[in-house]
């Protein structure tokens, strides 16, 4: 058994594994740590036909602390092979860990590029795959990059896009200018060790909005993601509705915002940005996200589900954080991005469940559909009035003292092609704060959603503590930490009348058959 070393490191190594199995919150089909604490993926990919997703990892613990690179790969990124570990810190520039990057293939070389952290600060390091990926060396030059640039005020530094345009590298550092807002350094290379800085490529503007408001840029930009969307390479001439879009996770002096997107146009060395959209409607839970292109041309994106448990809840449980399921993002007709989970998911489903369509008619109390689990997928086509709203109850108790609704409404003006999405946790958990959430995040979670004609396509993705909702293709992603187990699900017109066209309802099966070693 490894020695405890760190003040939260309570629970024994070894017990950690039960622990994490025994909790009855900790989802089944999305991917989680064996146990210990998860956070960012990176080197998110497709490499010779397997999927690869690294992850932010800490094996000792629950907790956010001398971070490793987990690994996984699947076939059909739906079931996962836990692979060992891909990077440990080790004395040199992560000796305190391994935190976030990406990974690039140099002309065959799987290459990762990620922050080293020493001292409490980050700077860029590499390190080299055998053709298989699954060991890696770090390379001899690191850190690749000795300091941030030079008389520049940052907040921090850390996180990295890498892509090759042309002849060269081009590679972004997440940071945030002091007294300014967040940013992203741009560099160039021609081989991944020694990197030139060109300058930032856009800057925030943190003064701009209230600190409190759900599409703040922050003081500094974790995880930045460049890419095109639709097709074109970056820097290339683009077709005219193909922007290019710079995803980032808005942080502030050690918290984790929301994660945000820019539209605009990457052109030399500059992002003109043109709107700022808000990537997911759940803020904090949908976090640090990272996309990659696959073989067939989509674009994939992962992003951490963050825990709303206290630091003492989760060392306890032996586990924290999950990994999204993995979502195909679009370009909506509108210009902003569209999200829904890859199709291949479907291939979990099992003990289907038809609801005849009907009418509701609000207000009315919720009505049981007969459909029951903490592991579900939902798939609604509904018809809203003018001023009408549906509400939709999951994992809900029998008595309903718990239930986590979902609501969809539209507006009274039928001209309004604008609707809203909103998730309800007031009463999902009869622990602290109503979600179970007992850390800072109990505020409603919200958002537009485009409709023509009160026209929704709903789908949920219910795992336990972990809920996924895309309403015509804007997701909301929250946790919730029920207490009584109960898996109701309810149907309710909140106001006006509401047209159900078709409910269908799927079990999902659990991903992994057997508890996991910690290191693989
Ligand atoms: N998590 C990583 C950082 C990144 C942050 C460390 C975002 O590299 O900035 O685990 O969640």
Not at 156 to 170: K, L, M, P, S
Not at 367 to 393: C, F, H, Y
Request: include cysteine.
């Amino acid at each position: 058994m490894t020695e405890l070393t760190h003040p939260l490191a309570t629970v024994p190594q070894d017990e950690l594994v039960a622990r994490a199995e025994a909790d009855p919150l900790r989802p089944r089909f999305h991917f989680v740590s064996p146990a210990g604490w998860l956070n960012d993926p990176n080197g998110v990919s497709h490499w010779d036909g397997t999927y690869h997703l690294f992850y932010q990892y800490n094996p000792e613990g629950a907790f956010h602390h001398r971070i490793h690179w987990g690994h996984a790969t699947s076939a059909d990124l739906v079931t996962w092979t836990d692979q060992a570990v891909a990077l440990e810190p080790s004395a040199g520039p992560d000796a305190e860990g391994c935190w976030s990057g990406v990974l690039v293939n140099d002309g065959g070389t799987p290459t990762l590029v990620y922050s080293g952290r020493l001292n409490e600060r980050e700077l860029p390091c590499v390190a080299v795959g055998s053709p298989d990926l699954l060991t890696w060396t770090k390379a001899p030059e690191n850190p690749v990059i000795s300091a941030p640039p030079a008389g520049v005020d940052i907040t921090a530094y850390r996180d990295h896009c890498v892509w090759r345009e042309g002849e060269v590298w081009r590679q972004l550092v997440g940071s945030g200018i002091r007294g300014r807002g967040g940013t992203a350094f741009l560099y160039e290379s021609t081989d991944l060790r020694s990197w030139n800085y060109i300058g930032p490529l856009f800057i925030g503007d943190a003064s701009e909005g209230d600190p409190t408001s759900s599409d703040w840029t922050g003081t500094m930009w974790e995880c930045v993601d460049l890419f095109r969307a639709g097709a074109g390479a970056l820097g290339s001439t683009p077709a005219e509705d193909a922007p290019d879009v710079l995803v980032f996770s808005a942080w502030n002096d050690g918290d984790t915002h929301h994660p945000l997107y820019w539209t605009g146009r990457y052109s030399g060395d500059t992002f003109e940005p043109k709107a700022l959209h808000r990537l997911d409607y759940g803020g904090r839970y949908f976090y640090a996200p990272q996309s990659f292109m696959d073989a067939s041309g989509r674009r994939v994106m992962f992003g951490w589900l963050q825990e709303g448990r206290s630091d003492a809840a989760m060392v306890a449980a032996g586990w924290s954080g999950v990994m999204s399921l993995p979502r195909v993002v679009t370009l909506g007709r509108d210009g902003t991005l569209e999200a829904a989970p890859v199709p291949e998911l479907a291939r979990l489903r099992q003990d289907h469940v038809n609801v005849p369509g009907r009418m509701l008619v609000g207000p009315g109390a919720p009505e049981d559909t007969g459909i029951d689990g903490t592991q579900l997928d939902l798939e609604l086509e509904l018809n809203l009035a003018p001023g009408s709203a549906l509400q939709l109850g999951v994992l809900g108790s029998d008595g309903d003292e718990e239930a986590t609704v979902i609501e969809v409404s539209r507006p009274m003006e039928p001209s309004l092609s604008e609707g809203r999405l909103r998730l309800d946790r007031t009463r999902s958990s009869l622990a602290a704060g109503g979600s179970g959430d007992d850390a800072l995040d109990v505020d409603e979670k919200s958002g537009p959603v485009p409709m023509t004609d009160g026209h929704v396509r709903l789908r949920v993705l219910v795992d336990r503590s972990a809920v996924e909702i895309f309403a015509n293709g804007k997701p909301l992603t929250a946790r919730v930490y029920p207490t009584l187990g109960g898996g109701h699900v309810s149907l309710a017109a909140a106001a006006g009348t509401v047209r159900l066209l078709s409910l269908d309802a799927w079990t999902m099966k659990d991903i992994f058959e057997d508890a996991r070693p910690l290191f693989p």
